[in-house]
């Protein structure tokens, strides 16, 4: 038996190393050519191939045979094509699958899922011809009024880290080069494209790099987007630390430093410090700082042939795994298998928040009447928000979805409530809506004459958007008064609230008994939604950041760090961000980190590690027994945290290290395991630049959300 398992592992061995080496082969016959093609080309046509030529494109050289690069955005999917000047292309061709927005795929908390829809999203790019997504985006949620945290991830960088690098993969099985972005500390809209952030080393190690990091050095990512702003003074498109020491001298990143569109400020500076090809959208392209400027710069002798031929070979490097890749896959449209994975991922990003009148699920057996109030419910959230429109082939809205789903046994009222219409302009850059007396009254009808209601309110594509941050936390278009005026005509009021960042719900979660949280939840939206309400999906999704009480809980407001002086903003806060801040300072939040109820009951008990003490090489094995003890069949998301007691160094109270989503029926018991590489719990030392894992006591906390914590266990690390 022995031999036996012996000659397997030497086979396997044996199998993994013709493999490594058929790679290295291919990687040398890639550069080889790559080095051919190099010599072939002239420096013209090398600068031709630095800079766009269109929105999304840049020139090949025709004479070798080499193409251009065709970019696409976004995190939400496919864009459609456009003309110069942004235009719709209005092709019949370019309709996608609208996949769940970022911080529904966070919800998940599932990095399977996370692999799926990159993989469908680079099957669909391939079918499209553009070898290069923009996506996925996963800057820190450093405040919940950015614009952009709907395209975004988290707060917690573990959790930003496990899903990038799956999304990454996803895209890339495909044969298509993810590029991540935007590299680094995007996280305000505010001025984000003259702001200088000013962060403290340890922080930008901890809490900004690590999705980054995890990107190219387990995911290999293929190409990364330099952000907008500046750090530490300097652009991130010409910024030597981030790009040059960090990105290329740490992490071995062998890929194309893309800019942000119109984010390039230099010619010498930018070529010097890692950027590789200028991107925009407005002609004429020859004036880019990569085009004509970028040619005298190397004539003049200010720019190097060595650092010209390293940016070709980058972006040659890039076409020979996608564009001109050995057999590539074929490419697939909107097909049955891609809207599967976009429900599958708004089934389990749907978060629960209060269920406390057991309104739901709905008991579709008795029910012969409801009203479904308010816009959001017909509303569609494919377009919008700049570069992370998709134009959907179809999205099933929430009144399509329960049609779909209870149209048959039970009637349906619906009433529109309010009008989602936000058009902010120059002169209105926050327009205000009034409450539509006429339409709450329709609201408070049908709520009357339905035996309950479920309201559909929060935010739309126009109101969370790119380039700008919101202004509060507030709910828009009045949603408030619709809320009370429908839940004092019918006391059975469910509320479900859409959107992809943290509102002020705080008034609901007071007056009202049921609350569902959604977002922009894709192309099979509507039809997730309905099974969540009526149980055919029991709800797993955690929130993968804090809803604060009140704005001013939030670390960057509440130490007046956001948006910043004279174009600087301090993140104070420092490594303190989300709940690491919350729950450190002993503020209580709306909702916390990681919270998302179920249908039925999950127990946590008996936290055990294989070991007491762990070496600094280990890796701590934890157990922790989890029993479904409700009614219903249902997933759970068991989530390891780890404190550190009397460091030599400031620690937030707790930090997520490892986190494994089950499924258990009811009555059933899992032991679950989760693993933690001891050398995650290490803090990064400024004094001598390394990560450092301190010896002692720590502690690991295992529950249910980042505050309901059921199993502690304590281990030593010598
Ligand atoms: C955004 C990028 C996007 C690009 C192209 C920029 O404004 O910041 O995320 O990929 O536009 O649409």
Known sequence: MKIKYATLFFCILAMISSQLQAQLKNEKASDAKIAAIIKKLTLEEKIGLLHANGIFSTAGVDRLRIPGLMTDDGPLGVREDVKEGWAPANLTTDSATFFPNGSALAATWNPELAYRFGHDMGEEARARKKYIMLAPAFNIARTPLCGRTYEYYSEDPFLNARLAVQSVKGIQSQHIAACVKHYA???????????????????????????????????????????????????????????????????????????????????????????????????????YYFADKLLDSVKAGKVSQQVIDDK??????????????????????????????????????????????????????????????????????????????????????????????????????????????????????????????????????????????????????????????????????????????????????????????????GKIKKNNSTIVWSWYNGSENGNALADVLTGKINPSGKLPFTFPAELKDSPAHALDAYPGENLKVEYKEGILVGYRWFDTKKIEPLYCFGYGLSYTDFKYSDLKTAQTSYPAAGNIIATVRVKNTGKYAGKETVQLYVSKEGSVVERAEKELKAFKKIMLAPGATANVTLSIPVKDLAYYDVKTGKWIVEKGKYKLLAGTSSRDISETKMIKIN
């Open 185 to 287: 500390l995007n996280n305000q809209e505010v001025e984000r494209g003259r702001v200088s952030v000013d962060v403290d080393e340890r922080t930008l190690r901890e809490i900004y790099l690590p999705a980054f990091k995890a990107s190219v050095t387990e995911g290999n990512a293929w190409t990364i987007m330099s952000a907008y702003n500046k750090l530490r003074g300097n652009y991130c498109s010409e910024n030597e630390y981030l790009l040059n020491k960090i990105l290329r001298g740490e992490w071995k990143f062998k890929g194309i430093v893309i800019s942000d569109w119109g984010g390039t400020h230099s010619t010498v500076k930018a070529a010097n410090n890692g950027l590789d090809l200028e991107m925009g959208s407005r002609p004429p392209y020859k004036n």
């Open 312 to 505: 070709v070979k980058h972006i040659l490097w890039v076409m020979y795994q996608t564009s001109l890749s050995s057999n590539p896959p074929a490419g697939a449209l909107n097909t049955p298998g891609h809207s599967k994975t976009a429900y599958d991922i708004a089934a389990e990003s749907i978060v629960l928040l209060k269920n406390d009148g057991h309104l739901l699920p709905l008991n579709t057996g008795s029910l012969k009447s409801i009203a479904v109030i308010g816009d959001n419910a017909t509303h569609n959230f494919h377009l919008g928000g700049f570069g992370a429109g998709v134009k959907a082939r179809y999205e099933v809205t929430a009144l399509a979805g329960l049609q779909n789903r209870l149209g048959k046994s039970i009637t349906i009222n619906y009433a529109q409530g309010y009008s989602g219409v936000y058009r902010p302009s120059r002169t209105t850059p926050d327009p205000e809506t009034k409450p539509d007396s006429a339409m709450i009254a329709q609201a408070v009808a049908a709520a009357k004459s339905s035996e309950l209601a479920i309201l559909f309110i929060g935010g739309n594509r126009d109101y969370e958007s790119e380039s700008r941050d919101r202004k509060d936390l507030g709910l828009p278009f009045s949603e408030q008064t619709l809320v009370d005026a429908v839940t004092a005509a019918n006391p059975k009021t469910i509320v479900v609230v859409i959107g992809g960042a943290p509102y002020d719900i």
